[in-house]
């Protein structure tokens, strides 16, 4: 396959660490190329400038290889700096031209800091998805994690809560579920995709006795689709949707909003969730953690979900291919 391409997040945070820790666990099992400045990477990183992407393959044995994009200051760890956020955005840019020219097959994002973006370089997007979305052409995305034992899709992602239930639409619902659908079939290798879709309320409304969502808005989406031919259980109450034999049931579960998503997957698998964007035109894979500064050049940062973004990543490009 041709190489993977991991942009170097916020050069702050814990994303060149676990980069070079990556790629020495990995070893040259998966070419992978980190874009960013070399002189942000750990003083012992074992690291290959390359000018070629054919070069990863060679290189990824025994060192990260590095397509070098020079930084305007120098990382301090644990210390953003909104110098670095140009630098940021524009490797992103590179990196997704290079995937959506063929010459990668697919995107790792290391994490950014939003607030130091915005601080730096005027950021307008709310994250990593949003302005992937845009370079991609405005396409319609969802957020998916992932882990071997469930995968999530929140509808709506970073709201305040008391803000939920006059952002969601039968729109964006149904594009959701359309979305994910065809993720798993494509990109996970699905057939017959079963999602389970949680109700806004407790208990799933209860009958409307707790909330009308679930009978005016839920619903009419799910039979619409279930129509259609989709495999589709719900709305369901999301107390009861997480253990472990509820959730041999279905493929994804959809959920309303962003903690009824996260909190029960970091609950199973908090080192090794995935972060994936759907209905992307390229693969998006990430870490599902920030940039975590507290640890920063400490040596205690955990690879293993950079790690998982990266197999993840590869699965689906070689499905894709």
């Not at 070399?38 to 060679?58: G, K, M, T, V």
């Not at 490797?91 to 031209?97: D, L, P, T």
């Not at 396409?139 to 939920?164: F, G, K, N, S």
């Amino acid at each position: 396959m041709k190489p993977l391409v991991m942009s170097c997040g916020d050069p702050a945070g814990i994303g060149p660490e676990i980069a070079v820790a990556a790629r020495a666990a990995l070893g040259g099992s998966i070419p992978l190329v980190w874009i960013g400045d070399p002189a942000h990477l750990p003083n012992d990183a074992q690291w290959e400038a390359i000018s070629e992407l054919s070069r990863a393959s060679s290189v990824s044995a025994t060192a990260l290889p590095v397509l070098r994009h020079p930084f305007a200051a120098p990382a301090r760890p644990g210390r953003p700096d909104p110098a670095h956020a140009a630098g940021v955005i524009e490797v992103i840019a590179r990196a997704v031209g290079l995937v959506q020219s063929g010459a990668a097959s697919g995107l790792v994002t290391c994490p950014i800091n939003k607030a130091a973006l915005k601080a730096g370089a005027n950021f307008a997007f709310p994250g990593h998805t949003e302005y992937l979305a845009d370079l991609a052409g405005g396409v319609e995305v969802v957020m998916m994690l992932a882990c071997p034992e469930l995968r999530v899709v929140p509808v709506t992602i970073h709201l305040p809560l008391a803000e939920v239930p006059g952002d969601l639409t039968p729109d964006m619902l149904e594009q959701s579920l359309r979305i994910t659908h065809r993720a798993l079939i494509e990109d996970f290798g699905v057939a017959h995709p079963r999602l389970a879709v949680a109700g806004l309320n407790p208990h799933a409304g209860e009958l409307g006795t707790m909330g009308q969502e679930e009978i005016t808005l839920i619903q009419p989406v799910l039979e619409k689709l279930r129509a259609e031919g989709m495999v589709l259980q719900g709305p369901l109450p999301a107390d009861s949707m997480f253990h472990a034999k509820a959730r041999a049931g279905y493929d994804a579960a959809i959920c309303m909003y962003h903690d009824q998503a996260l909190i029960p997957i970091k609950t199973i698998d908090f080192a090794g969730g995935v972060n994936v964007t759907l209905g992307l035109p390229f693969i998006r894979t990430s870490p599902d953690h920030g940039t975590a500064y507290d640890i920063a050049g400490k040596g205690l940062a955990d690879p293993a979900s950079l790690i998982a973004a990266i197999r993840l990543a590869a699965e689906m490009a070689r499905r894709r291919a």
